[in-house]
């Protein structure tokens, strides 16, 4: 699977063969159908963890009593979630390129994306659940822009991953809470 993400981000999915996957990981051709049918099937898999690690990030998202911790929470998961993005970058420059050939994977990607919305929906509606949070903030569409830049940030290499999670966390925090409440 490493191999295969390291491959599908510098290659992309169609000019990655089962061969080269097979290779970089020191196994035979063979040892890759032993695991894997096909090469969709190992981008399936990819995919999936992908989707396990935002599942994880939404579950550890608690109510929060103390609104001093606010802040750092919110930049604990913005991290979190950039760093699933960089992991499995490969695995998202391959899905994108495949979905765009591939109607059955195009319906999948847009289910994966309206769970992904509404994972980060229910991320931000235990934010709303802490003192100082603001009462007219429309989640829906917050989630998803966030879900978006998340999508985007997923396709994209990160120079300068620091300013890009003080300046999600910013906005997250100006949107949700009110300014003065920690």
């Known amino acids: 699977m490493q191999a295969a993400l390291s491959l599908f981000a510098e290659r992309g999915y169609e000019a990655t063969t089962i061969e080269e996957i097979a290779h970089q990981a020191g196994v035979a051709v063979g040892g890759f159908y032993q695991h894997f049918a096909s090469k969709q099937q190992l981008l399936l898999v990819l995919m999936d963890s992908l989707l396990d690690g935002v599942a994880d990030l939404s579950q550890q998202c608690t109510p929060l009593d103390n609104p001093q911790e606010v802040r750092s929470a ?19 420059r391959a899905w994108r390129e495949a979905t765009a050939l591939n109607g059955a994977l195009r319906t999948l990607h847009e289910q994966i994306e309206q769970w992904t919305g509404q994972q980060i929906e229910q991320m931000l509606y235990v934010l709303l659940q ?6 007219d903030v429309d ?20 120079h300068e991953s620091d300013a890009v999670v003080t300046s999600m966390t910013t906005m997250l925090y100006h949107t949700i809470f009110h300014d003065g409440a920690t």
């Open 139 to 158: 989640i829906a569409p917050l989630a998803g822009i966030v879900s978006v830049l998340f999508w985007r940030l997923a396709d994209v290499p990160l």
């Open 130 to 135: 802490t003192p100082g949070a603001r009462e």
């Open 74 to 92: 919110i930049e604990r998961v913005v991290r979190q979630g950039l760093l699933i993005d960089r992991t499995y970058a490969g695995a998202y």
